[in-house]
């Protein structure tokens, strides 16, 4: 077990965390599951990194990766769509922007989750025909949006906890709702836009493999 293996297995053993913490009381609590995410966000980055400039690239490594992505993704999109649709809580979760609340549409979790399951065997079958598809750009850029996004929504749980408990109803209070609204809902629709589209390449570059 080397570091880049522990830090993808730390993934997977904090994914429940992520999960749960949304929806516990205490804007603390939320404010954990916030930070438990950006950790686990920065180590998805880390641990690839080191597994390549290191030369410790495993089988095991190859096989715990994509497994923590998709189980990370899946732990943190459904709390999202669960809050900001109003289940679970009394407290609306949804972003706040200058045209009006938003939050996560179920489209948009299907189309996302689908992508990724989607992937997730078209990379198997292409592997079985002796083709590996590596991660292209646009990909890249999908997640590090789609990170941005969701870090945004756990973010916002915790502080929208935390004005309700302090009662907070500031100007800068309105202001910084705004601003992570916006950042959120950009960041969403940036994140919707290159799933859609990086999976279009896939399917352009590598259909031939099935034909």
Known sequence: ???PNALTLSR???TPLIFLLPFADSWELKLAGFVIYVIAAVSDYWDGQLARTRNL????????DPLADKALLLGTLVPIYLLQSGHGTLLSMRFVTPWGDAGL???VLVVVLGRELFMTVFRQAAARRGTVIAAIGPAKWKTGFQSVWVGSAYFWFAAKDAAFHWQWDSQWWRAFANFNGVVGVVTMTVA????VYSLGLYLRRYARVFA
């Open 192 to 195: 919707v836009v290159l799933t």
């Open 105 to 107: 549409p179920l489209w």
């Open 57 to 64: 690239v495993t089988d095991l490594g190859k096989l715990l």
């Open 1 to 3: 077990m080397n570091l």
């Open 12 to 14: 997977i053993v904090a």
